[in-house]
């Protein structure tokens, strides 16, 4: 198992993704998806990403070693999936660990199931049926510090968000068009959904709410605005009494932030938190721990490029009294490219990873020293 470190996958033995780091009882849980890809086209459907199971993972302190807790939970155990269970997250109320995460069922929509335990670490034992009125992908559980929970949740394409405009599942084409089906233009972008959840924590309080993501004029983001609205991958962290929701852009790849006042939005773009990574998806979660903020997200170095087969990996925040978060770079100076660009080197070819990383050729020599 690898030690901890900036741009170095934080495990090497599988494939991990979409990290939601959560701390508990002083270490930090990392919940993230496990990537077994399949050979399925990178056609906007998203089933490529294939996932059977999920793997919990923790960390003593930031520089000790990862622990692999094993599986906690596995698809034949969810009476009504089919299959890809993306993104989850975990959040704890009564001294219980509930686990929220999304997969197939039996008709190929994308529901969101619980799953409980009495460890962080699980095992995680699901609930018989999804969750009631609660659909697409990528849950965050976001508790506030008066222990209200709120649920953040919802992805654009493979997410399915565009066939729930009606509010019921409209059965269309395979998968969702890209670009076709949602808003277009000048139109209002689809928003992602929140909801309150009950203190049960199995159950949403009411409907959902739609989220409000706004320009500096406060306009809703347009649906053509790809570099700033919202496409998957929802996060929510507090900082200095403000909320603010993170998100993946999806086809323009940024992760970006949005300040708010209170968990229901509306949110007010801020900006980029972290800019495109080798490989299609980018998808993260923003902790603080020990009195630092980190940034947890993944890359595809770790398979040669392969976007469904991913690696996490985590570096510090800096974030000023105001929440302006300094944009990062995954792959910055001559010695962070090299690393990320030997790594990816390791499953690809020279070519690839030369094209990847937009290599000039001093470093593309560079790059073959280390081979
Ligand atoms: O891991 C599968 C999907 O890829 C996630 O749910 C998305 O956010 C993207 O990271």
Not at 200 to 205: A, E, G, I
């Given at each position: 198992m690898k030690k901890s470190?900036?741009?170095?996958?934080?495990?090497?033995?599988m494939y991990t993704a979409d990290p939601a780091a959560k701390v508990y009882n002083g270490k930090l849980y990392i919940y993230p998806s496990h990537d077994l890809g399949?050979?399925?086209?990178?056609?906007?459907?998203?089933?490529?990403?294939w996932m059977e199971d999920y793997h919990v993972f923790s960390m003593d302190d930031i520089d000790a070693p990862v622990i692999d807790h094993g599986q906690?939970?596995?698809?034949?155990?969810?009476?009504?999936a089919k299959g890809q269970m993306w993104d989850n997250d975990v959040a704890t109320k009564n001294g219980k660990y509930y686990m929220y995460f999304p997969a197939k069922d039996k008709d190929g929509i994308f529901r969101i199931g619980v799953a409980i335990s009495d460890k962080p670490e699980g095992p995680f034992i699901p609930e018989e049926?999804?969750?009631?009125g609660a659909y697409s992908i990528d849950p965050h559980v976001f508790i506030d510090d008066d222990g209200k929970t709120y649920m953040y949740y919802g992805g654009l394409w493979g997410g399915q968000m565009e066939k729930w405009q009606t509010g019921v599942y409209v059965q269309g084409p395979p998968f969702t068009q890209p670009g076709i089906d949602g808003p277009q233009g000048d139109e209002p972008a689809l928003l992602p959904y929140m909801a309150e959840l009950n203190d049960?924590?199995?159950?949403?309080?009411g409907e959902p709410h739609r989220i409000k993501i706004l320009d500096e004029n406060g306009e809703l983001l347009k649906a053509s605005d790809t570099e700033r609205r919202f496409f998957e991958a929802s996060w929510l962290h507090k900082f200095n009494g403000k909320y603010y929701f993170s998100y993946s852009t999806g086809d323009t790849h940024n992760l970006c932030y949005a300040e708010g006042d209170n968990p229901f939005g509306p949110f007010t773009y801020k900006g980029v938190l972290l800019e495109p990574v080798i490989g299609w998806t980018n998808h993260h979660s923003v902790v603080e721990w020990a009195g630092k903020w980190y940034l947890f997200y993944h890359d595809s170095t770790i398979s040669g490029?392969?976007?469904?087969l991913r690696g996490m990996k985590f570096t510090e925040m800096e974030i000023a009294e105001d929440g302006t978060i300094t944009t990062m770079v995954p792959y910055q100076t001559e010695e962070e490219i090299l690393s990320a660009a030997s790594l990816m080197l390791k499953k690809s070819d020279l070519e690839t990873v030369t094209a990847a990383f937009n290599l000039e050729e001093e470093l593309v020599e560079k790059l073959k020293l280390k081979m």
């Open positions: 470190a900036f741009n170095t996958p934080l495990v090497d033995h399949n050979d399925n086209p990178d056609d906007g459907s998203g089933d490529h990403f906690v939970i596995h698809l034949d155990d969810v009476p009504w049926k999804p969750m009631e049960d924590m199995v159950s949403m309080k490029g392969h976007t469904q």
